[in-house]
């Protein structure tokens, strides 16, 4: 298929494309889709040996690759801005210039000319910086990429970036960041309670909301008569909660001994999850199963679906267990309040006990009744209604 001249070009600009994770499955599902009306290009840092095209489907979208790496920084050059920017951070001061340099620190010139060669050489009319991080050197490129739509894409929630115990930013540089945002023609958020938080901070930032679509064909419809609690996410350090989940699955399992736990991801934290199950002699009870490409098959096995996770920007795995019909039981996320409203079981973020409460009030559910409530949530999410929202940013 030729490209049409025409087209406007639109660039994403990620980490990763090509490895397993939940904002790259995202980030491909919405490339694949603008596809069909753009030229679409992803700039990505990934090794160019990892290049894998039949990853999410992507072989199915006439989609360009950049590969790019920065180019090394001198050692003095590299501890002069790290000194300016450590004293940024330490002092956090509340003023536009301070922030810039900040930006121009923490992104020296040398990186920031290497990236704005290989945007700009591409000619795009539109470039999506994925990820918080990425978007803020958009920002720093800002006066650069003049004539060019820049967009921020923050897939963390606010509390995950910027709260006390972020293990991603922290509150010493919330105010950069809302002042980069600022400098973007969009920045997009996704859900109702990140947007709130950042205009309470700063009414005049006015960032979108765009949710994330369902980004899978959903599978066989669950019957509900596995008895089979279902848990998916990556393994990485306390984000997914899974450690809580086991915890609370001992205390259930102690006034039960019919249930069983999957649990599917991979990460660093495996072996804490397979330490605790040891420890709670339920080897028989909780299983660990790693990635796959036919998840669905976990869903459609399933009775009911339960996050755990600490934290989360959107919780497509909620989407993804209501579109095969799973009732939730879910910690007290907003995302989770915003996805799911009165239809989740919630339990208090972090509660072990209250979360082994709800374990078991979900095997007490009228599930023929919530199945098909979760089959009409899970509609809302479908790509065509999610792609018309980025067509209309693009556009605007």
């Given amino acids: 298929m030729h490209k049409i001249s025409n087209m406007k070009r639109i660039c994403f600009v990620v980490d990763s494309i090509f490895s397993i994770g939940g904002v790259q499955r995202v980030t491909a599902v919405i490339a694949k889709e603008l596809a069909r009306t753009y030229e679409v290009t992803i700039l990505t840092f990934d090794d160019p040996m990892t290049k894998d095209t039949s990853l999410y489907g992507l072989c199915e979208a006439n989609i360009s690759y950049t590969f790019f790496r920065y180019p090394p920084v001198g050692k003095l050059k590299q501890k002069y801005y790290r000194a300016y920017s450590g004293l940024y951070r330490k002092l956090r001061l509340p003023f536009k210039w301070a922030s810039n340099l900040y930006a ?44 060019t739509k820049l967009i921020g894409w923050v897939h963390n929630s606010f509390e995950a970036l910027f709260s006390e115990t972020s293990l991603y930013i922290g509150p010493d540089r919330l105010r950069h960041y809302v002042y980069q945002f600022m400098k973007l023609d969009k920045t997009i958020l996704l859900c109702e309670h990140d947007k709130e938080s950042y205009h309470h901070y700063d009414p005049n930032f006015h960032p979108v909301i765009i949710y994330n679509p369902l980004t899978l064909t959903p599978g066989m419809p669950s019957k509900g008569c596995s008895k089979h609690f279902l848990a998916v996410g990556r393994f990485s350090h306390l984000h997914k909660g899974f450690d809580i989940l086991i915890d609370a699955f001992h205390l259930f399992a102690q006034h039960d001994s019919e249930w069983k736990l999957d649990i599917v991801g991979e990460g660093p934290e495996e072996e804490l999850y397979h330490t605790l199950i040891h420890k709670y002699e339920l080897r028989e009870r909780v299983f660990i199963h790693p990635f796959t490409n036919r998840i669905q098959d976990f869903y459609s096995n399933a009775q009911i679906y339960v996050l755990s996770s600490r934290w989360e920007g959107f919780g497509l795995v909620l989407v993804e267990a209501m579109a095969h019909g799973l009732p939730v039981v879910s910690s007290d996320l907003p995302t989770s309040l ?51 929202r980025w067509k209309t940013i693009i556009e605007e």
């Fill in 338 to 388: 915003e996805i799911m409203g009165d239809f989740g079981l919630y339990y208090k973020n972090g509660n072990t006990d209250d979360l082994a409460q709800k374990l078991f009030e979900a095997t007490q559910i009228d599930w023929p009744k919530k199945s098909k409530e979760a089959f009409l949530i899970a509609e809302h999410f479908d790509i065509c209604n999610i792609i018309e």
């Fill in 104 to 147: 121009h620190s923490s992104f020296p010139p040398e990186r920031q000319k290497a990236l704005f060669g290989a945007l700009n050489e591409g000619n795009y009319n539109v470039i999506i910086g994925v990820h918080a991080p990425l978007a803020t050197r958009l920002a720093t490129l800002r006066k650069d990429l003049a004539d």
